[in-house]
């Protein structure tokens, strides 16, 4: 079945067998321009990773800011450097950025290091975006891996602000550990209120955890899917949208409508400097969401 929106052809088959141009890139999006901002909230959310809230300063430039789901920042900490994180709020969200940041290294370290009222700056926003206007009508599963929840909270926030155009979603969350999961005083909301099915794992199970334990491709078997009116966005570490994509494969969803989002250490986002390209393809401006098929016939991109 297949879910009538307004102005919306049901009958039209979006998708052709041939290689996608990357017609998701939303090249007009791309801009250099960098906004001054300060830390208004932490939330520490493990270990590792916190939820940082940035309001840009100027009033008129944070009217003016503007991304799409599955784009990216580039981040500056003044006397450390730059790095690219994928924007983890809602696109109706003017008021913050909200971006999810994992300590790695010399960057990163730093900011973890920052308190409320701090000031950094954030350049972009960057790369291509996941189609969600094309999802329009169809049931959409939304598959994470550890971090890979960050880059998929923005697509989440966007189905909940268009909850009535989209049939049904399904989140399938899966980490290494239960300590490891983000944002689990949300899932609550986006079930009950959000209406997306939330389906969760870890591969090693703590005493604490009463849920599965397993890969992610086990949550399959709770999910029903209907291949030929069904996307899906997959974010994690390459191995896992690797199995992931095959699986869905297998079950006849084609290539070109699951999304992933490729990353690669950047150092201009804007296709000037070469450091993130796989064979020909600039990673920050072609990507970072590609099509599976895309990805597939980018040698050495996963
Ligand atoms: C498009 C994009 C979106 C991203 N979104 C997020 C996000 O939402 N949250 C988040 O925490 N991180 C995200 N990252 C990864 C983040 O950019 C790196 O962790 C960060 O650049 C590390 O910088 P650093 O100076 O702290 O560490 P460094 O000192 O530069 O490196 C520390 C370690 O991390 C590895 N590393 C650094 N950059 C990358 C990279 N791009 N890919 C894989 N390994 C890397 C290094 O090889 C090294 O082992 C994203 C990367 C890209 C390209
Ligand atoms: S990061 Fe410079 S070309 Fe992509």
Same mark, same amino acid.
């Given at each position: 079945?297949?879910?009538?929106?307004?102005?919306?052809?049901v009958?039209?088959?979006?998708?052709?067998?041939?290689i996608?141009?990357?017609?998701?890139?939303?090249?007009?999006m791309?801009?250099?321009?960098?906004?001054?901002?300060?830390?208004?909230?932490?939330?520490p959310?493990?270990e590792?990773?916190?939820?940082?809230?940035?309001?840009?300063?100027?009033?008129?430039?944070?009217?003016?800011?503007?991304?799409?789901?599955?784009?990216?920042?580039m981040?500056?900490?003044?006397?450390?450097?730059?790095?690219?994180?994928?924007i983890?709020?809602?696109?109706?969200?003017n008021?913050?950025?909200?971006?999810?940041?994992?300590?790695?290294?010399?960057?990163?370290?730093a900011?973890?290091e920052?308190r409320?009222?701090?000031h950094?700056?954030?350049?972009?926003?960057f790369?291509?975006? /996941?189609?969600?206007?094309?999802?329009?009508?169809?049931?959409?599963?939304l598959?994470?891996?550890?971090?890979?929840?960050?880059?998929?909270?923005?697509?989440?926030?966007?189905?909940?602000?268009?909850?009535?155009?989209?049939?049904?979603?399904?989140?399938l969350?899966?980490?290494?550990?239960?300590?490891q999961?983000?944002?689990?005083?949300?899932?609550?909301?986006w079930?009950?209120?959000?209406?997306?099915s939330?389906h969760?794992?870890?591969e090693k199970?703590?005493?604490?955890?009463?849920?599965?334990?397993?890969?992610i491709?086990?949550?399959?078997?709770?999910?029903?899917?209907?291949?030929?009116n069904?996307?899906?966005?997959?974010?994690?570490?390459?191995?896992?949208?690797?199995?992931?994509?095959?699986?869905?494969?297998?079950?006849?969803?084609?290539m070109?409508?699951?999304?992933?989002?490729?990353?690669?250490?950047?150092?201009?986002g804007?296709?000037?400097?070469?450091r993130?390209?796989?064979?020909?393809? /600039?990673?920050?401006?072609?990507g970072p969401?590609?099509?599976?098929?895309?990805?597939?016939n980018?040698k050495?991109?996963?």
């Amino acid at each position: 079945m297949r879910f009538a929106v307004p102005g919306q052809d049901v009958n039209r088959e979006p998708f052709n067998d041939q290689i996608p141009d990357f017609h998701y890139r939303s090249s007009l999006m791309q801009t250099d321009r960098g906004y001054k901002c300060r830390i208004t909230n932490i939330v520490p959310l493990t270990e590792n990773e916190k939820l940082f809230q940035l309001r840009i300063l100027d009033p008129d430039e944070r009217n003016i800011f503007r991304f799409r789901p599955g784009q990216f920042l580039m981040l500056q900490i003044p006397g450390y450097g730059e790095v690219p994180i994928s924007i983890s709020s809602s696109t109706s969200n003017n008021e913050q950025v909200e971006l999810c940041i994992r300590k790695a290294g010399h960057v990163t370290s730093a900011l973890f290091e920052a308190r409320m009222g701090a000031h950094v700056a954030i350049r972009g926003p960057f790369g291509s975006s /996941f189609p969600m206007e094309e999802m329009n009508g169809r049931h959409v599963i939304l598959v994470a891996g550890g971090l890979g929840i960050a880059p998929l909270r923005a697509p989440l926030f966007w189905i909940n602000d268009h909850r009535d155009c989209y049939g049904d979603v399904h989140l399938l969350y899966g980490t290494k550990e239960s300590s490891q999961m983000l944002f689990t005083y949300q899932f609550e909301e986006w079930e009950k209120i959000n209406h997306i099915s939330m389906h969760t794992i870890v591969e090693k199970a703590s005493p604490d955890w009463s849920g599965r334990t397993g890969m992610i491709t086990e949550l399959f078997d709770e999910v029903e899917i209907e291949p030929d009116n069904t996307y899906a966005i997959v974010c994690g570490p390459p191995i896992m949208f690797k199995f992931v994509c095959n699986y869905l494969d297998k079950q006849g969803i084609p290539m070109n409508r699951m999304f992933v989002s490729l990353e690669r250490r950047m150092h201009c986002g804007m296709g000037k400097c070469c450091r993130c390209m796989v064979g020909s393809t /600039f990673t920050c401006v072609d990507g970072p969401v590609f099509d599976y098929w895309s990805v597939m016939n980018l040698k050495e991109a996963i």
